[in-house]
């Protein structure tokens, strides 16, 4: 409900600081701004689901549990601490009925192939969004949204905040699934 919320507004400022700055201060401008903000926010949305859609494509070992890429090192935990990542975890939306597995809790803490998946979808999850904030990127070269510069970059600003919260939080549990999977396997961490 929060992602819609800021979705929402901000659409309604991008179309008033637009609408605002704009030389032609028309009904007219403002039903184009207004066409345009929300073609930018559909074009990113359906940018989001097809990279999320290829995405789930690849092969499930690039995404395998202890893979380089997907650890975590000391300083990045001291980060999601410092932005208190606890306070606002039940914020962001979790979407993992999308692929039949959901990571807002944890079902099973000794179940080894359940961690594993659990790790798998959290990395699956990771590349996702981290993709997903770089879609708005492509937004100013889209021929219907280009022209209007001031419209999709802050479209583009917004898609990639709410795709990197998401990634701080799979990278916050990703050390804690990791210890638990490897005792699980009954392993002793590298």
Same mark, same amino acid.
């Given at each position: 409900?929060?992602?819609?919320?800021?979705?929402?507004?901000?659409?309604?400022?991008?179309?008033?600081?637009?609408?605002?700055?704009?030389?032609?201060?028309?009904?007219?401008?403002?039903?184009?701004? +207004?066409?345009?903000?929300?073609?930018?926010?559909? +074009?990113?949305? #359906?940018?989001?689901? $097809?990279?999320? @859609?290829?995405?789930?494509?690849?092969?499930?070992?690039?995404?395998?549990?202890?893979?380089?890429?997907?650890?975590?090192?000391?300083?990045?935990?001291? @980060?999601?601490?410092?932005?208190?990542?606890?306070?606002?975890?039940?914020?962001?939306?979790?979407?993992?009925?999308?692929?039949?597995?959901?990571?807002?809790?944890?079902? *099973?803490?000794?179940?080894?192939?359940? =961690?594993?998946?659990?790790? =798998?979808? *959290?990395?699956?999850?990771?590349?996702?969004? #981290?993709?997903?904030?770089?879609?708005?990127?492509? $937004?100013?070269?889209?021929?219907?949204?280009?022209?209007?510069?001031?419209?999709?970059?802050?479209?583009?600003?917004?898609?990639?905040?709410? *795709?990197? =919260?998401?990634?701080?939080?799979?990278?916050?549990?990703?050390?804690? $699934? #990791?210890? =638990?999977?490897?005792?699980?396997?009954?392993?002793?961490?590298?």
């Amino acid at each position: 409900m929060y992602y819609i919320l800021v979705i929402i507004l901000a659409n309604v400022a991008i179309v008033a600081a637009n609408w605002i700055l704009s030389p032609v201060r028309t009904a007219g401008a403002l039903f184009e701004i +207004a066409g345009m903000s929300l073609g930018a926010t559909l +074009a990113v949305f #359906l940018l989001d689901a $097809l990279t999320a @859609f290829l995405i789930r494509r690849l092969p499930e070992s690039w995404f395998a549990p202890g893979r380089p890429f997907f650890r975590v090192g000391s300083r990045e935990r001291r @980060f999601y601490r410092r932005i208190r990542i606890q306070r606002w975890v039940d914020r962001v939306p979790e979407l993992g009925g999308f692929t039949g597995f959901h990571k807002d809790r944890l079902a *099973s803490a000794t179940d080894r192939d359940y =961690l594993r998946r659990f790790l =798998l979808e *959290s990395n699956y999850g990771v590349v996702i969004h #981290l993709v997903n904030a770089m879609c708005g990127i492509m $937004l100013p070269f889209l021929p219907w949204i280009g022209r209007r510069f001031w419209v999709a970059v802050p479209v583009g600003a917004v898609n990639a905040f709410l *795709s990197l =919260l998401p990634v701080f939080l799979l990278r916050n549990n990703t050390p804690v $699934l #990791l210890r =638990l999977y490897l005792r699980a396997c009954g392993k002793t961490e590298a």
